[in-house]
């Protein structure tokens, strides 16, 4: 079977006793270390060592970057030519480092490939270093004055700005821009830890979810489709074929606000804005909480007394609403009336109202509570799946 394989990119020589720690500590999860100094790298006798480095990126499920005092040595020209730099202009929003890619490290350039591959990128920076890297963004517009300092992170001046513009990179990318400070092995042993089990829990949670969420839309869907069969087949008339339409067009919105404790039919066949009808169930506040470990982003409708709607919808459905609540008044009364009575009536239509569930407690005591319980399962995890690595953490820099 394929084992997970973790490709190590850092300067060798500064940190050559934290690659050692780190080799048996990948190695110890059943993950296979990718390291250029232990042979885990195929060097081409007909290629420079530098494109061998390059091209065993691709190959890799993610690379782990550790940043220390050096820059490391200065990439030949013919791995440069092996990055797609165009696409590493649009991958952050800080690029200065790129205006001198002939300066570019062996290191930089192995980060800069599994960018450009979608390789995800686990970045340490040992916390001298960052502390250095706050003083340069202070004082780096002064041109006479930065290039004139010396930073004890850096072991060369001349090499400081390249390292410092790299973390710039990395820290403000699109996605994946996560940069971590430490000053021991342990750090980045805990951290990685508590990141790779969060990741693994959260694909259990996405594949549990998509086929929950397959089975049920399939079985809406067949519903949907029986309903539009049914109606058009009986079509004979512009106001039965609006609402053979508008029973399509509106379920959505229709499910939505047979969620909220309100008089669903009422409201439906009124003339109050969107804004009353929010009002109307006591919502008065839109929320957007991130703190779970699922892919999407999960929305609360806050009430005036603080209680809350727990919303399934993706946010941009609750954006629409709006517009699709205009357009439904703008159809004919009738039309209205049949396609509510239609829908409200039908037993699948009820069942979606499990997208808006109310919840009597109190939203912010809810969200507190939750994260404390998360934080507390994190820190569970990660002392449970933690062994001790042999030597002293203090060389870890």
């Keep these: 079977m394929a084992r997970l394989r973790v490709f190590v990119s850092s300067t060798c020589y500064d940190l050559d006793v934290l690659r050692s720690e780190l080799r048996p500590f990948i190695a110890s999860l059943g993950y296979d270390p990718v390291m250029s100094d232990y042979s885990d790298v195929l060097f081409d006798p007909r290629a420079h060592t530098h494109d061998s480095c390059i ?11 550790i940043v220390g005092s050096r820059f490391g040595g ?8 092996a990055i797609d730099f165009t696409v590493m202009e649009q991958a952050s929003a800080k690029t200065e480092i790129l205006l001198s890619k002939e300066r570019l490290s062996i290191t930089q350039l192995e980060v800069l490939k599994a960018i450009e591959q979608g390789v995800p990128v686990y970045a340490f920076v040992d916390d001298r270093v960052l502390h250095d890297h706050h003083v340069y963004e202070r004082n780096k517009e002064k041109k006479g004055i930065i290039d004139q300092l010396d930073f004890p992170s850096i072991q060369k001046r001349e090499t400081a700005r390249y390292i410092f513009e790299f973390i710039n990179f990395l820290s403000h990318r699109v996605t994946n821009n996560g940069v971590i400070g430490f000053t021991r ?24 979810t998509k086929t929950r969420e397959a089975k049920r839309y399939a079985d ?7 309903l539009k069969a049914l109606l058009l087949a009986s079509v004979a008339t512009p106001g039965l074929r609006d609402t053979a339409k508008g029973a399509l067009q509106f379920r959505h919105l229709i499910s939505f606000i047979s969620g909220l404790r309100v008089d669903h039919r009422t409201v439906l066949l009124s003339a109050e804005t969107w804004a009353d009808v929010l009002l109307r169930a006591g919502i008065v506040r839109v929320r957007t909480d991130d703190s779970r470990r699922e892919f999407r982003h999960e929305i609360f409708l806050e009430c005036s007394d603080g209680t809350f709607y727990r919303v399934r919808y993706p946010r941009r459905a609750m ?3 709006a517009s699709d609540w205009s357009a439904f008044q703008q159809l004919d009364m009738n039309v209205r009336e049949a396609i509510v009575d239609a829908l409200l009536s039908d037993r699948e239509m009820r ?19 939750r994260a404390e319980k998360l934080q507390t399962e994190l820190v569970e995890a990660a002392e449970s799946r933690s062994t001790p690595l042999d030597g002293p953490p203090e060389d870890a820099s």
């Design 185 to 208: 092995l342990e750090e980045i042993r805990l951290h990685l830890l508590s990141q790779w089990s969060q990741m693994f829990q959260r694909l259990l949670h996405e594949s549990r």
């Design 55 to 65: 091209k065993e990126v691709p190959g890799c499920d993610m690379v782990l970057l």
């Design 351 to 369: 069942g979606l109202g499990g997208m808006v569930r109310y919840y009597p407690a109190q939203l912010s005591e809810y969200l507190s509570e």
């Design 220 to 226: 809406f869907s067949e519903r949907i489709d029986d």
């Design 319 to 321: 954006d629409d609403f």
């Design 74 to 81: 200065t990439a030949v020209p013919s791995a440069l030519d």
